[in-house]
């Protein structure tokens, strides 16, 4: 399973400042070390063009060159730097080349960090400054009508699992019956004003494992009567985990396992590929907020070997008994 990672490019925060990111490269050194089967690959950064998929060249620009107003560079949360600056095209670049890796044919690829679903059209907010799953769906599907004319437009679930609400992206894609934006996050957590997606399901303060996963269950059931997804981009947050600082739910690393699972049995079952990025967390103990990460790779590696043994029975000359493998059942 490839993964793409761009955490070489560090952004220098002051001391104190409570984004951790020491996490991604955290993730980097332990999927390397543990989990061997992770194709470990640098993220190229998104261009220009691909950024204004989703961003106003206006803004665009003044991300490049350090001149945004004051007030939407501290509704960013990160002071400026060309750091900075490249690292969030990369993250973008990293979410993309996830999607194509899981289109072309390998079921299932990852960002190491993305989930940037704050960010809007032309400002960014909540440390989020360009939107990733927004710009690369908008790209997958743009690719798409070059290959598949006949087929119709690509259409995208983005199931976003961060324990914040992914305001930006509902906003996006308000008026766009061909992305299907699905949230569950905390009901009185940021942002404090939503912006209505497709479905938003709001947790109370406190929910732990049972209330989730009931809440999950019944918000695929409710996706899958209204829309048909041909790609999932999944936000795959270890932010509802109990040890977050921010998170104000109560998941165990059992249920945010459990709820990985059965996000990526759900597109498994379907044969829709799917990308997974890690958005937010902000464990008290940083190492918490990895070791669910870690978690979320270990799962995900299962069905990506699924997703191998399939493409695998699918070529010619397959034997029967490769065949079979094909309709196994998820782990």
Request: proline residues 5%; glycine residues 8%; hydrophobic residues 45%.
């Amino acid at each position: 399973m490839q993964a793409f990672y761009a955490d070489h490019f560090v952004l220098p925060l002051p001391t104190g400042h409570r984004f951790p990111m020491a996490k991604y490269a955290r993730l980097r050194e332990r999927l390397a070390r543990e989990l061997p089967q992770v194709a470990l690959l640098e993220a190229r950064a998104a261009s220009d063009g691909e950024l204004a998929l989703v961003h106003t060249p206006s803004y665009i620009d003044a991300v490049r060159t350090g001149t945004l107003a004051p007030a939407l560079q501290r509704e960013i949360g990160f002071p400026w730097s060309p750091a900075m600056a490249e690292r969030a095209r990369r993250s973008v670049g990293a979410t993309v080349q996830a999607c194509r890796r899981a289109m072309a044919g390998s079921g299932l690829a990852a960002n190491l960090a993305g989930g940037t679903h704050h960010a809007h059209a032309d400002k960014g907010s909540g440390f989020c400054v360009f939107n990733d799953a927004a710009v690369a769906a908008r790209l997958m599907q743009a690719e798409h009508a070059r290959s598949h004319r006949a087929r119709g437009m690509l259409r995208v679930a983005i199931v976003d699992l961060d324990v914040h609400q992914g305001n930006g992206t509902a906003k996006i894609f308000a008026h766009d019956d061909s992305v299907f934006t699905l949230s569950l996050h905390g009901a009185k957590n940021f942002p404090f004003r939503k912006e209505p997606g497709d479905l938003d399901v709001e947790l109370p303060d406190g929910c732990g494992d049972a209330e989730y996963l009931e809440a999950l269950e019944r918000a695929l059931e409710e996706m899958e009567r209204r829309f048909e997804p041909g790609l999932v981009i999944y936000l795959a947050g270890a932010d509802p985990h109990e040890g977050d600082r921010l998170g104000r739910l109560k998941l165990s690393f059992d249920g945010l396992e459990t709820r990985d699972r059965r996000v990526l049995d759900w597109a498994w079952t379907r044969r829709v590929p799917l990308a997974f990025v890690m958005a937010g967390g902000y464990g008290t103990d940083m190492e918490a907020t990895v070791q669910v990460q870690m978690n979320t790779y270990r799962t995900a590696l299962g069905y990506a070997a699924r997703w191998q043994s399939a493409s695998l029975a699918a070529m010619p000359g397959a034997t029967v008994g490769a065949a079979a493998r094909w309709h196994n059942a998820a782990p």
